[in-house]
């Protein structure tokens, strides 16, 4: 589950509780409001658990590729400590916890739930055959823009597919930096990523991924009528992730490590530009 290591959860959780966030005045409610709260804890404890779910999916059908990289070779599953079928039976009751959270949910929500388990299934395999395996990434981890959107209206409007848009393309970012870490392993057994498809010009790539993530949260609060407070806030997050593309050595695994870690801090910054921004707390 890397219960050891939570930015996985995180980076789960964010584009759910800007959503909730964002929505939550289009129905006259704000962040304080209880219902608004305890949405916000299922999400969280719900990225938890699916998080944990989709680790263990992931090392299971990538244990033979595991095997052969340095950094995953530890893992349970390929280094032998939890059987295949363990793994399964685990992957079945934390599955079972998602659902019962997912079943407090909204009819919409729930639907869009059930449909992300599809996304969630293909994204192991996406490294198999494309160059681009973060994009399948991005559409699955960032679901809880749509699902959370949904737990509060009922419905989706433009405001919140901007929402995972954004989200797409800072996964796109974070996870291109993150898998600069196993670049010569993976060329070396032929899996496919972004790191090694943009290679000596990912960092003009990043500039965009990150210029587009700002573009798409500015064009979120817009649709939703956000107050102005959150559109200045979005200047602190475009610094958080100019430093991250100015700053790292991608040739250092323990900086793309320590950039790809800082994006936690990245997703505290929008949600607080969000609460700010918010008819009923606005400046």
Same mark, same amino acid.
């Given at each position: 589950?890397?219960?050891?290591?939570?930015?996985?959860?995180?980076?789960?959780?964010?584009?759910?509780?800007? !959503?909730?966030?964002?929505? +939550?005045?289009?129905? /006259?409610?704000?962040? @304080?409001? *209880?219902?608004? $709260? #305890? =949405?916000? &804890?299922?999400?969280?404890?719900?990225?938890?658990?699916?998080?944990?779910?989709?680790?263990?999916?992931?090392?299971?059908?990538?244990?033979?590729?595991?095997?052969?990289?340095?950094?995953?070779?530890?893992?349970?599953?390929?280094?032998?400590?939890?059987?295949?079928?363990?793994?399964?039976?685990?992957?079945?009751?934390?599955?079972?916890?998602?659902?019962?959270?997912?079943?407090?949910?909204?009819?919409?929500?729930?639907?869009?739930?059930?449909?992300?388990?599809?996304?969630?299934?293909?994204?192991?395999?996406?490294?198999?055959?494309?160059?681009?395996?973060?994009?399948?990434?991005?559409?699955?981890?960032?679901?809880? !823009?749509?699902?959370?959107? +949904?737990?509060?209206? /009922?419905?989706?409007? @433009?405001? *919140?597919?901007? $929402? #995972? =848009?954004? &989200?797409?393309?800072?996964?796109?970012?974070?996870?291109?930096?993150?898998?600069?870490?196993?670049?010569?392993?993976?060329?070396?057994?032929?899996?496919?990523?972004?790191?090694?498809?943009?290679?000596?010009?990912?960092?003009?790539?990043?500039?965009?991924?990150?210029?587009?993530?700002?573009?798409?949260?500015?064009?979120?609060?817009?649709?939703?009528?956000?107050?102005?407070?959150?559109?200045?806030?979005?200047?602190?997050?475009?610094?958080?992730?100019?430093?991250?593309?100015?700053?790292?050595?991608?040739?250092?695994?323990?900086?793309?490590?320590?950039?790809?870690?800082?994006?936690?801090?990245?997703?505290?910054?929008?949600?607080?530009?969000?609460? +700010?921004?918010?008819? /009923?707390?606005?400046?």
């Amino acid at each position: 589950m890397r219960a050891d290591r939570p930015i996985g959860t995180w980076l789960l959780f964010w584009p759910g509780a800007w !959503a909730i966030v964002l929505a +939550a005045p289009q129905v /006259g409610k704000y962040v @304080l409001y *209880p219902e608004i $709260l #305890y =949405l916000i &804890g299922l999400f969280l404890v719900g990225a938890f658990v699916m998080r944990g779910a989709g680790c263990v999916w992931n090392d299971y059908t990538d244990r033979e590729i595991d095997a052969q990289v340095a950094r995953t070779a530890s893992r349970p599953i390929p280094s032998g400590q939890v059987s295949g079928s363990s793994a399964l039976i685990f992957l079945g009751v934390l599955l079972l916890i998602g659902f019962l959270i997912l079943i407090q949910l909204s009819w919409a929500a729930i639907g869009l739930g059930v449909a992300s388990l599809a996304l969630i299934t293909i994204y192991p395999f996406a490294k198999r055959f494309t160059w681009w395996p973060q994009v399948f990434l991005g559409l699955a981890i960032n679901w809880g !823009a749509l699902m959370g959107w +949904a737990a509060v209206t /009922g419905s989706l409007t @433009l405001a *919140p597919i901007f $929402l #995972y =848009l954004a &989200g797409i393309c800072w996964t796109l970012g974070y996870d291109t930096i993150y898998a600069h870490q196993d670049k010569e392993d993976d060329a070396l057994i032929g899996v496919k990523s972004t790191a090694l498809r943009l290679g000596a010009n990912t960092k003009t790539w990043l500039w965009g991924f990150y210029g587009l993530t700002l573009v798409f949260l500015g064009l979120a609060g817009v649709f939703a009528g956000i107050g102005w407070v959150y559109f200045a806030g979005l200047f602190m997050g475009g610094f958080h992730l100019m430093r991250q593309v100015r700053d790292t050595d991608l040739d250092r695994p323990e900086e793309c490590l320590a950039a790809f870690k800082s994006n936690r801090d990245f997703g505290i910054i929008i949600l607080a530009c969000l609460f +700010a921004g918010t008819p /009923g707390t606005s400046l």
